[in-house]
Every structure is written in C-alpha cells, then in structure tokens.
C-alpha cells in the first residue's frame, strides 16, 4: 500500500510538472561583453503582460536571465553614457527612455538606438525576432536561439561598428570633435518621407531602400536597415530561449570609457556572409548556428520524455 501511495504521489508530481512547463515563459539572457557599461532597457507591448524589469545595469562581463511570459512581446536595447545628476535624475546619452529612473517604466528608447524585437508564440506558434537599426544603431548586438526549432532558428544582429562608420551627417558624438557614440538613421537626421516610408512613401512598393540604408545593410546584412525590410531580417524559432549580446565580438565601438580599456583576452569569433558571431554560436563540425544546443536539446527532452511514458505506465496499471 505503501508503494502504491508512492506511485501516486510520482505521478501527481508529474502531472503538475507538465502543467507547469506547458505554461513556462521564455528566458532571455542578457550579455555585456563590451568594455564599458551597458543599461539595458526592455519595453513590452502594448496589452501583453509585462516583464519584471524594465531596466537594469550591466557591467562589463556580466549577465542577467530574465524570464518573459506566454505571448510576450517587445523590445531590448542598451543605453550608454548614463548618469544621475546631483537631484537624483538618471539619463543616458544614447537610447535614453526618458523615465529619468533605472528603470524605464513603459518608455521606449529615444533614437539612435539598436532595438532587439521579439513576439513570442505568434503565427503558428513561433516567435518572431529581429534587430532593427530602423531607429538607429548605438551599440553592437548578436541573438542567438537556443533549444529552438524551425528552418530560420538561426542568429540575428549587427555586431560591426557602425558608430565609427557612420556618414558624418548621421553621426551623435559625445562633445564636438569628439568619438561617434551613435548613429542617425536617415529617417531620425533628415525628416523626409521618402525615408521614414510615411506618407505617400507608406507601402513596401514605394518606399525602398535609400542610400543610408544600405550603409546599415552592407555592414550587417541581417539586421533591419529601414521599415520593409522583411525578407533578409525576420527570423522564427518554436519554444527557444534566447540570449541578446551586447558587443559580441571584441573591442567593437567606444574603444575607450571611464572603466579604461578592454584588457581581456578576445574570443574567438567566426565570420560568415560578412557577419561576426561570437564564440559559441555556432558548432564548429558543421558551421550551424546553436546546432549543439539543438541536439543537446532534444536528447534532454527524449529522457524526460522517456522516464514519464515509464512512470505514466506504473500509474495506469495501478489504476
């Protein structure tokens, strides 16, 4: 009888864990590899439940995992040269969200800022994700999936840098003369239809890709350059977590800050079509992003798998 209880209780155990896992949310890390500090920001959408920050900060080589509930959806970005002034008000010199807190409270980035995006358990069950420099780029950033499933389940982002780059019309600089910490999109510096695709530029058919775009597309091909740029910058994953890098590979962008200058050792990086990807994205066999956290992946959820059809089995038999 004694047994018997046990098994029961096993799977009672079992069934509440799958009820749980079915409703686990995704979880997000978050990476600082640049040689500066990095004040995240994430932002939800409109009539989706909420993360549990809306802000933080992120020193050099420091992470945060963060979980988003089902159906969430919004945006991650990092803000740079941030400071609180003697009446205690927080700003930020680039994608500052204007809360004059930590914490951003429902306020988005202001541009120039690179924006990860993310609508989880969409069409057909996939999340959708992107980084967009459509408001603008400020900081290097890769997503990477992992555990996830499906033919774009691969990894996304602008990791070159762009501030130093940038057309000198475009560029945000801290003080006159000196080094770019931003760059404008077209849209942001110039105010014209023809590049914010508003107005009689308001549809894939006539709004196109300007000559600014394209210094975003050529460096990170990727990465959303400008409003319709759909087919080479949406990626899909089913049931993926996800981990967002800032400055992924090394010494990319504001080379110098007040913590001093990158002494670590560089990691290893990984060209391909142009784009860098930071170690441990891709399994070297076979050049396939996360691939080894797929398989990984599966084989864990084949135990799991495995050990409930046994204990399942003991349940019904007693019953």
């Known amino acids: 009888m004694a047994q018997i209880t046990f098994i029961a209780a096993v799977c009672a155990l079992l069934l509440s864990q799958s009820f749980i896992s079915g409703v686990q949310g995704t979880s997000f890390t978050i990476v600082n590899k640049c040689n500066y500090v990095v004040w ?23 992470s945060k995992t963060i979980s988003a509930p089902a159906s969430w ?123 914010c695709c508003s107005g009689a530029y308001g549809t894939p058919d006539t709004c196109k890709a300007s000559s600014y775009s394209e210094v975003f597309k050529r460096a990170c091909p990727r990465a959303y350059s400008y409003a319709y740029d759909d087919k080479s910058s949406t990626f899909t994953c089913a049931k993926a977590d996800y981990t967002i890098t800032f400055c992924p590979s090394p010494n990319t962008s504001q080379k110098s800050s007040s913590e001093g200058q990158n002494t670590e050792t560089p990691s290893t990086t ?38 409930t059809i046994a204990i399942s089995c003991s349940c019904q038999l007693l019953f």
Not at 89 to 113: H, V
């Open 73 to 195: 959806g919004g945006r991650f970005w990092g803000r740079t040269h941030c400071s609180q002034d003697s009446a205690g008000k927080f700003s930020c010199l680039t994608g500052d969200c204007g809360s004059g807190k930590l914490e951003c409270s429902g306020n988005s980035a202001a541009p120039p800022a690179t924006l990860a995006e993310f609508t989880l358990d969409g069409a057909g069950g996939l999340d959708f994700f992107d980084v967009s420099l459509v408001d603008g780029y400020n900081v290097p950033m890769l997503v990477v999936p992992h555990g996830g499933t499906g033919q774009n389940c691969t990894y996304t982002g602008c990791v070159v840098d762009l501030n130093d780059s940038c057309p000198s019309e475009l560029k945000v600089m801290k003080r006159e003369g000196g080094d770019g910490v931003a760059c404008k999109s077209a849209c942001e510096a110039f105010r014209q239809p023809q590049y």
């Open 270 to 307: 990984t060209l391909i079509n142009s784009t860098m990807v930071y170690e441990g994205a891709l399994d070297e066999s076979t050049a396939s992003p996360s691939i080894f956290t797929h398989v990984f992946g599966s084989q864990a959820i084949a135990v799991t798998f495995t050990i």
């Open 40 to 62: 995240p920001g994430v932002l939800s959408n409109a009539g989706v439940s909420t993360i549990s920050t809306t802000g933080f900060t992120l020193r050099r080589g420091e």
